[in-house]
């Protein structure tokens, strides 16, 4: 073998080898500050296949190995900073770089350094991102004042939509239950404000979802918050313990909770008027509650794809009510009256439940969920009514229990960072009694089975429309008493968002949903005291269907977010209130009375404030149309203002609405339903006080109008302990490497099924 051969043989090896041999890229990502960046994505693609997508650590390196030599195309972002999209060549061997990102649009106010582009539009809502001063906030619900059309109270540690509502508050699209006080802001990194929800949720009757998504962690951690708040006078108390232990693989989270209210009252007045009677009474009723809670949360991640969660909770109340008063009652002559009552409500519920997902791949994953819940309820109640002739005494007891099964299965995958597919079931048991005691009655035993089929899809197109359609079909298995029903019930939403710039969209949706009627809507045993009146459930109810779209448009721009809508619902065979009279009695029950449609229009106005704070405004008109009867209107105002100064903040809102319906009753609210003057300071980094006033524009009060028939009833109510009444929290919170929280954080799904009369 000559020379020439051995040097082409030699030749040809070592080009093999290089094509087989694999080196590793590692680098740093930096801002210009030369500051590392924790958790940068870092993406790398070849031939448009992605080939390895990482994170980078708390230094902002990142280490990526088995790679061949050739060509890539390289991807580094980060929110609020602009994205570096680059040509990465790897040669024929180890390559070590340092990128750095430039701040994505953003422009110096007063130190306070604001990203312009705070709100991504989605299918179904928006996703905000948090200003620095919000994540330096030290408290998540301070953090969340900031984000339009949600109003978050620190103090009473809870979040509400603009309008009043309670929405379903996710963790990495995960359904949690012990709140979000265990989150250090700093590792929020987007809010979702989902309006229109997904098959997999419209059976909950969920109406929005708020989902908060948190920054991987890796290293271990502690949480421990201890906080009390109580009126001055004394009246109302409320205590408080949390605790938050983990690393990487597992955590365990515990919360307990006492509260307690005495002689919380308020004033009556009532008129009653049939065929052959006019009763007025005026009085007093005064109330005094108790509540205990305790709950216990373990999560472990045996591997990397698996994640495991078991959760206990416990829960008790108790309740006594007293009425006292007196009145005229008139037939065919004149009587005085003298009334008392007096009751107690026990109730408990314990839950426990069982979490588990495996990640197959990337975006690929299986979630399954059991739940079992049980509870009981216990009520006692007395009423005598005194006239000079005669007297009427009413004693009842209940004994209430309700236990149920709950299994989820859940499966979502999403492709090309733009499709996402989710299908499922979830298969429910409820077991009812409500025996009572003093009455001969038979117990009432509802018995429901509830099998439900869902699938939903999302994408875009062109990237500037997207849209989500979901789809279920729910099949309902149902005993109350001796009456039986089956029925199958049909589910979807439909949401359409076209982007027209950075500015302004314009979003169109459609949801088909439906409710069963509650188990003491189907009680067909009187559960009244009241001399005159009956309350009786009826157990041939049918479930309501709703028809609902929704028209928007959202502008936002230095800090403006500004969203006018127009909505239109439509309810077959909706459960309402309804009456007859026997004999002097009214009995008030419950049926299906066709066709109910509700028009409203409005707009909702937030503003974000250049050294943190922001002011919102709202304003909705609404118009009621049950059938038989003319439009009835209604309006709703709200409005807030939080401002930070250092270790203080102000915060202060007002809401207000002037009429409720029913088919035939309307309801009267005589002051603004809610409002709140709070003034917060942070004494040292983990320990803060706060003195508010709730209801500073007045006392609460109703005034209830019901027509229905030869029945009219005139009810006056108003909380007389509410007035100039300040409470005072005091807070201390201490976190330690909370940056490194758990990598999942995601919390099971447990609901608390409580039954009620």
């Given at each position: 073998m000559n020379i020439r051969t051995i040097t082409i043989i030699l030749g040809i090896l070592l080009s093999i080898q290089a094509a087989c041999a694999q080196y590793a890229f590692e680098g740093t990502v930096q801002n210009n500050k030369k500051q590392g960046i924790d958790g940068a994505q870092i993406l790398l693609s070849q031939n448009d296949s992605i080939i390895s997508m990482v994170l980078t650590d708390t230094k902002g390196k990142f280490h990526i190995k088995d790679l061949k030599s050739g060509e890539y195309k390289l991807n580094i972002s980060y929110i609020g900073y602009t994205p570096l999209d680059e040509k990465f060549f790897m040669m024929n061997k180890d390559t070590k770089s340092t990128f750095t990102l430039l701040t994505e649009m953003t422009k110096t106010l007063d130190e306070v350094v604001i990203v312009s582009n705070s709100v991504r539009q989605t299918a179904t809502g928006q996703t905000f991102y948090l200003s620095e001063a919000a994540k330096s906030s030290g408290d998540p619900y301070r953090a969340l004042q900031e984000i339009p059309r949600l109003i978050s109270n620190e103090a009473l540690q809870n979040v509400k939509m603009a309008d009043g509502s309670t929405p379903l508050i996710l963790i990495d699209g995960n359904r949690m239950n012990s709140g979000i006080t265990p989150i250090d802001p700093k590792d929020i990194e987007s809010v979702e404000v989902i309006d229109v929800v997904n098959a997999r949720y419209l059976r909950d009757n969920v109406k929005n979802i708020i989902n908060i998504k948190l920054k991987k962690r890796r290293k271990p951690y502690s949480f421990f918050q201890v906080m009390n708040r109580h009126n001055l006078p004394v009246r109302q108390s409320v205590g408080a313990?949390?605790?938050?232990?983990?690393?990487?693989?597992?955590?365990?989270?515990?919360?307990?909770?006492?509260?307690?209210?005495?002689?919380?009252?308020?004033?009556?007045?009532?008129?009653?008027q049939n065929e052959d009677y006019l009763k007025t009474m005026q009085g007093k009723q005064r109330n005094n509650t108790q509540m205990l809670l305790g709950e216990l949360q373990f999560r472990w991640m045996p591997t990397p794809k698996d994640y495991l969660v078991a959760h206990i909770y416990g829960k008790t109340n108790t309740a006594k009510t007293k009425t006292w008063g007196e009145g005229i009652l008139e037939t065919d002559y004149q009587r005085d009256l003298e009334y008392s009552s007096h009751g107690r409500d026990e109730s408990d519920i314990q839950t426990g439940s069982l979490f588990h997902k495996h990640t197959f791949a990337k975006d690929n994953m299986l979630e399954t969920t059991l739940s079992f819940n049980k509870n009981g309820n216990r009520k006692k109640s007395f009423r005598n009514e005194t006239y000079p002739d005669w007297k009427y005494e009413n004693d009842y007891q209940y004994k209430n229990s309700r236990s149920s099964f709950q299994m989820n299965i859940d499966y979502s995958y999403t492709w090309n960072d733009i499709n996402s597919l989710n299908v499922g079931s979830s298969t429910d048991y409820i077991n009812d009694r409500i025996r009572q005691v003093s009455e001969s009655y038979p117990t009432f035993r509802h018995k429901k089975w509830n099998e439900y089929l869902y699938a939903s899809f999302s994408s875009q197109i062109n990237k500037k429309f997207l849209y989500m359609v979901s789809a279920g079909y729910e099949g309902i298995w149902l005993k109350a008493a001796d009456v039986s029903h089956h029925y199958?019930?049909?589910?979807?939403?439909?949401?359409?968002?076209?982007?027209?710039?950075?500015?302004?969209?314009?979003?169109?949706?459609?949801?088909?949903?439906n409710e069963s009627p509650a188990v003491g809507m189907l009680n067909p045993y009187n559960t009244s005291t009241d001399s005159l009146v009956a309350i009786k459930g009826n157990p041939y109810l049918l479930p309501t269907s709703s028809h609902k779209m929704d028209l928007s448009y959202a502008f936002h721009q230095n800090g403006w977010y500004i969203t006018p809508s127009i909505q239109y619902q439509i309810y077959t065979d909706m459960v309402t209130e309804n009456g007859y009279s026997d004999q002097s009695i009214y009995t008030y029950t419950y049926g299906n009375s066709g066709v109910f449609k509700q028009m409203a229009w409005g707009v909702n106005t937030n503003y974000r404030l250049k050294k943190g704070g922001n002011i919102?405004?709202?304003?909705?008109?609404?118009?009621?149309y049950y059938s038989g009867h003319k439009a009835k209107k209604g309006i709703s105002l709200g409005g807030g203002f939080s401002k930070n100064f250092d270790k203080w903040m102000l915060n202060v809102y007002c809401d207000y609405s002037d009429y409720t319906y029913s088919a035939t009753s309307q309801t009267k609210q005589l002051v603004p339903s809610s409002s709140l003057l709070q003034v917060v300071y942070n004494i040292t980094k983990d320990f803060y006080a706060s003195v508010a006033v709730e209801?500073?524009?007045?006392?609460?009060?109703?005034?209830?109008?019901?027509?229905d028939g030869s029945y009219h009833c005139y009810s006056y109510n108003r909380q007389t302990e509410h007035g100039f009444r300040p409470w005072i929290l005091l807070r201390y919170t201490l976190r330690k490497n909370n940056e490194q929280r758990i990598k999942e954080n995601k919390l099971m799904h447990s609901k608390e099924k409580g039954i009620k009369l």
């Open positions: 313990v949390y605790f938050e232990v983990g690393n990487q693989k597992y955590s365990l989270y515990g919360r307990a909770a006492g509260e307690y209210e005495f002689n919380d009252d308020s004033k009556s007045k009532t008129t009653q199958f019930k049909p589910r979807a939403s439909m949401s359409g968002n076209y982007i027209f710039n950075d500015h302004h969209s314009v979003r169109v949706n459609y949801t088909l949903s919102y405004l709202y304003a909705y008109r609404s118009y009621d209801q500073f524009t007045g006392i609460p009060g109703t005034i209830t109008r019901t027509n």
